[in-house]
Nanobody, 129 residues
Framework: VQLQASGGGLVQAGGALRLSCEASGLTFRTFSDYAVGWFRQAPGKEREFVAGMSRSTRGLSYADSVKGRFTISTDASKSTVDLRMNRLNPEDTAVYYC????????????????????WGQGTLVTVSS
């Protein structure tokens, strides 16, 4: 499974962006087979968890720093997983990565990097003050 994150860019503080994660590969059918997570890595910092969604989509988890501002979701066909980011601030500046795993309980969302099997290339989000 290959993942590709897109949608990053430059935005002013208070603005919004939507990131998308698409998957491909011989074994990939839809994201209903995978729990998906978004992580980010700011300059000079370690990568951190942002949001996660279970295979069932009923299990959701958010970092405290983004709760109420960011939303992880998938479309009806479960072909992409989006991260909608509102009220962005400069501290949200980072490279954002999507990750997926086919392991674990159907309703579980994961916050740890080690729980994910597949990772995409990141997309850069820059928030100007």
């Amino acid at each position: 499974v290959q993942l590709q994150a897109s949608g990053g860019g430059l935005v002013q503080a208070g603005g919004a962006l939507r990131l998308s994660c698409e998957a491909s590969g011989l074994t990939f059918r839809t994201f209903s087979d995978y729990a998906v997570g978004w992580f980010r890595q700011a300059p000079g910092k370690e990568r951190e968890f942002v949001a996660g969604m279970s295979r069932s989509t009923r299990g959701l988890s958010y970092a405290d720093s983004v709760k109420g501002r960011f939303t992880i979701s998938t479309d009806a066909s479960k072909s992409t997983v989006d991260l909608r980011m509102n009220r962005l601030n400069p501290e949200d500046t980072a490279v954002y990565y999507c990750a997926a795993t086919a392991r674990g309980p159907y309703n579980s969302a994961y916050r740890r990097e080690v729980d994910y099997q597949y990772w995409g290339q990141g997309t850069l989000v820059t928030v100007s003050s």
